[in-house]
């Protein structure tokens, strides 16, 4: 291609300066002020966003997340083992329960059965025995049980403790008619206060995610009722020795 033939001709009569470009604001009404250049901005052209664009790419729009589950999964990794050693504690515990509630109850494994748990009772000096003696093995048993499956395990520990208590309780008082009170700890009966102490900590800590009580909030968060589960156990374990029996195991 030739560069002359992009020259005009000797007839073009046109103007050979640049064309004018026109006022932006030219085709505007009158009456309407134009963009200054300090006081208000141009309009910039306007793209809707995530329009066009592919999903996963960038401008599209995000998904949603529930912040609660991404804050139980977050809870649920902090707790690490904690849900699996509150399972052998608990378990544990339950069988040891009913196992004696078995001994008591059908004199299993060497257990002295109704007659002989009856008759302990009122050595020690529990009213109405005959009673007591269904009253505390069926609820021992009942307790483990539901120690075992994680169910209702706030209402099960507090029925234990409570039975453990008048247990420790009883000891102290066969100990004392015995004159070996002071040899009391140290005489095989610390077991007995240990499981005491068992006992108070699932109350508090909770049962674990590992049983039936796992959607309720006393396993993930125990606060109020473990409080409350505790002074209900303690509480009627005392109200049990006073009303029945009364002793003062150290008098």
Known sequence: MDPEDDLPSAQYGGDFETTAI???DSAKPADQQPFAL???AEPLPYVQPGTGLAPGSYGSTAVPTEVGVLDEHRERDRRGTQ?????VLRVALGLLLVAHGLQKMFGIWGGSGLGGFRDYLA???FQYADILSYVAAGGQIVAGVLLVLGLFTPVAAAGALAYLINAVLAEAID?????????FLTDGHEYEVILVAVVAAIILIGPGRYGLDAGRGWARRP???SFAALILGVGAG???WVLLNGANPLA
């Open 22 to 24: 026109p006022r932006y």
């Open 175 to 183: 100990a004392h008619n015995e004159a070996r009170l002071s040899a």
């Open 83 to 87: 849900d699996l050693g509150l399972l």
């Open 123 to 125: 050595g020690v000096g």
């Open 38 to 40: 300090l006081n208000d």
């Open 223 to 225: 606060f109020l009722g």
């Open 238 to 240: 005392v109200a049990i």
